[in-house]
């Protein structure tokens, strides 16, 4: 790991996955190949109109997308981010050919995110052409019969609004506000769901980093490891301000951001059409070990309790979940020697899903989404014995009552991942980097399999 003064890691910064030591990485060949092989548990149907679809985030593979924040970050020296996303899938050009892919595998919705930076490039300006992108996108949806899931922020914001200080300045609700009041009368006719934010909680889940806690036994101060980063991106555009949401104080940016939401959700309920407008809510099966009970407590209320809230406050709860995360009295523990572990070194875990749920469905009354599920693994049969298991947990908790309504796979392509670079694979399909070709792997069938059963 490079020094943490200078870049700091993808997991404990920006989402903070289990740790590293100590653990092994998922046995590949016959283990996997057993595990695949396993029969799918006996669990009958899903819940009638069950959405099934593959989320993807615009900036991981539009590719291009200069005036974000992150392409500054990403194409300053030195960067978090080890590899720039380039050309990404270039999904800003081949988007009808993923979703035609989607839809081909059986998947009937489709999670992507507009990307603010394209909508308004500057302060105050917005580009109808790119508006008029997104509805496209939208009508190629509808037309295929998948129902599009649009996420107005995935980590990404304009150039101009990290340079004025992003969530730091106190108008900044209103200026998100008023991009989602764009973006809702501009195609909101079209749009079958929407949340304002990804993962609004990932700076609170970072300072709760397994890998920091371990060390240290404090939940980490992410705005003073990553000041250093964020001097260099401020000289980069000139402005002192420069501030980005993945390297930002919670304690400022969780309250502006909450604003926000509610704000972006009002101006899009104000406008054409009658979706559901949710919050997302990134997740770990914490459990407690060697008493640590209060400390799972304790992170619970730090690190989802506000965000739950909000969700109950909307039209659904957003559920994103990976992993497990073992705590103790000191906080979370990096995973024990021996431990099974997916390529991004998280523990390989697919009861976590049905875990979390059945947590969230006793916090919040609202409707549930899976919004984000999957692993990073070399081996496809790894993929789907890890989605086969983990939909065998879901649909436990459903069966236990709670109230889930659709599941989005991340992710349809193997794309750009933070500070992973394209180190790794999360997609159903890969993707030639010099011809941006995308093969479809057999879990992408597997999945779309049981989307069309809509059974395991
Ligand atoms: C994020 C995605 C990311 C995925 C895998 C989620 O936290 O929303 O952007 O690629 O995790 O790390």
Redesign the pocket.
Known sequence: MTPMNTVLDRRSLL?AGAGIAGGAVLATGDAAAAAAARPAPAGGRFPKGFLWGAAS?GY?TEGNNVAADLWVVETMKPSPFPQKSGDACDSYHRWQEDIDLLRGTGLNAFRFSIEWSRIEPEEGQFSIAELDHYRRILEACHKAGVTPNVTLN??ASPRWFAARGAWNKPDAPDLFARYADRVGRHMGDLIGMAVPF??PN?PLVVKWSPDMMAATGQPMDVASMAAPLMKIAAKKVGSDEFSSFLFSDPAIAVPAMIRAHDLARAALKAGPGDYPVGAIV?IGDDQAVDGGEDKVAQKRREVYGQWLEVAGRSDFLGV?A?TRYLIGPNGPRKPAAGSPLTK?KWEYYPAALGHVVSYAASQVKVPIYIT?NGISTDDDRQRIAYTRDALAGLKAAIDAGADVRGYFH??LLDNW??NEGYKQN?GLFSVDRSTFKRTSKPSAAFLGGIARRNAL
Request: hydrophobic share 40%; glycine share 0%.
């Open positions: 989402a985030a991981q995935h980590f990804n993962e990932a990134s994103q990976y991004t984000e991340w992710t991942e933070w999360f």
